[in-house]
């Protein structure tokens, strides 16, 4: 089992008791403006298909998307990972970061403490060459944390699912010295 562990913050698989607070998360309309189309998750069967998803990718890729817990009080933040964006078969192929925190979690940090780590987690454990992240032209609290992780704007587009500009952030592993004779 993949577990990662930040000062503050435990990243880790998901379990049945995620569901209700991800449900709480995923319901709220100002945590969901810059995702899809802004509209919010109908419940908790939704969320719990939504992870059962995520948890699969985890089984498919190799990597998947984190629950994200603050160490201190066991309360579940969010998430934070990665997955393939097939939603944006014009990036493809490609592994995407991306975070969704709970607003009461906004503001503090958390978010970019949990990128930076399954960052790490993409370019080091799994190898992964490259890592993008898209962002909603607008969403400016999503591209500072990008900017903190150190990816750079490589270009927009639009979400073909509901057609809001996009911003597609990228980052490269770190070239490593060739040790060949």
Same mark, same amino acid.
């Given at each position: 089992m993949t577990l990662l562990q930040t000062p503050r913050l435990?990243?880790?698989?998901?379990?049945?008791? $995620?569901?209700?607070?991800?449900?709480?998360?995923?319901?709220?309309?100002?945590?969901?403006? =810059?995702?899809?189309?802004?509209?919010?998750?109908? #419940?908790?069967?939704?969320?719990? %298909?939504?992870?059962?998803?995520?948890?699969?990718?985890?089984?498919?890729?190799?990597? +998947?998307? !984190?629950?994200?817990?603050?160490?201190?009080? +066991? /309360?579940?933040? #969010? !998430?934070?990972?990665?997955?393939? *964006?097939?939603?944006?078969?014009?990036?493809?192929?490609?592994?995407?970061? +991306? =975070?969704?925190?709970?607003? %009461?979690f906004w503001g503090q940090g958390i978010a970019t403490e949990?990128?930076?780590?399954?960052? $790490? !987690? #993409?370019?080091?454990?799994?190898?992964?060459?490259?890592?993008? %992240?898209?962002?909603?032209?607008?969403?400016?609290? %999503?591209?500072?944390?990008?900017?903190?992780?150190?990816?750079?704007?490589?270009?927009?587009? !639009?979400? *073909?699912?509901?057609?809001?500009?996009?911003?597609?952030?990228?980052?490269?592993? *770190?070239?490593? /010295?060739?040790?060949? *004779?």
């Open positions: 435990v990243l880790r698989r998901w379990r049945e008791a $995620d569901v209700a607070p991800m449900t709480a998360i995923n319901s709220d309309p100002e945590v969901m403006r =810059w995702i899809r189309d802004g509209s919010v998750h109908e #419940g908790e069967e939704q969320t719990r %298909s939504t992870i059962a998803r995520w948890e699969h990718g985890w089984e498919t890729e190799g990597f +998947g998307l !984190f629950a994200v817990e603050i160490r201190a009080t +066991g /309360e579940l933040a #969010g !998430f934070t990972g990665l997955s393939v *964006p097939h939603y944006l078969p014009e990036v493809l192929p490609a592994v995407e970061i +991306g =975070w969704r925190l709970g607003r %009461s949990a990128a930076r780590a399954a960052l $790490d !987690f #993409g370019l080091t454990d799994r190898g992964l060459e490259r890592i993008v %992240s898209i962002a909603q032209v607008g969403n400016e609290a %999503s591209e500072r944390i990008m900017h903190k992780l150190g990816m750079r704007v490589e270009r927009g587009t !639009f979400d *073909p699912t509901c057609g809001r500009a996009l911003r597609i952030h990228a980052i490269d592993a *770190p070239a490593t /010295e060739d040790r060949s *004779p």
